[in-house]
Nanobody, 124 residues
């Protein structure tokens, strides 16, 4: 059974930084699939894919986080990190990771059940 565990969230002031981490257990999968970070904003049920990294370390971002967030992966450890800088109130959300099917951001779909996520609150 594949399980994702996200960590590193918290309360941060606007302009601050956080580094989120994702650990997968149950199967070595990060070496085979693209990995994505999603977020679900308060009051919504939909998760938005915001960052994606392929098995060859090609990265993609949605415009709202481009230049502020950076995704990375360590296939040997089955981990992925999301470095978030210059955080803004609109970044407040629960953040999740997952392995992805699909060749591009627009066509990517999560492959496995979701973890609990890690909550990020950006507020002064």
């Amino acid at each position: 059974q594949v399980q994702f565990v996200e960590s590193g969230g918290g309360l941060v002031q606007p302009g601050g930084s956080l580094r989120l981490s994702c650990q997968v257990s149950g199967r070595n999968i990060f070496g085979f699939y693209a990995v994505g970070w999603y977020r679900r904003a308060p009051g919504t049920n939909q998760r938005e894919l915001i960052a994606r990294i392929t098995s060859s370390d090609v990265t993609s971002y949605v415009d709202s986080v481009k230049g502020r967030f950076s995704i990375s992966r360590d296939n040997a450890k089955d981990t992925s990190d999301l470095q978030m800088d210059n955080l803004q109130p609109e970044d407040t959300a629960v953040y999740y990771c997952n392995a992805l099917a699909g060749l591009q951001m627009q066509t990517s779909e999560a492959l496995y059940p979701w973890g609990q996520g890690t909550e990020v609150t950006v507020s002064s």
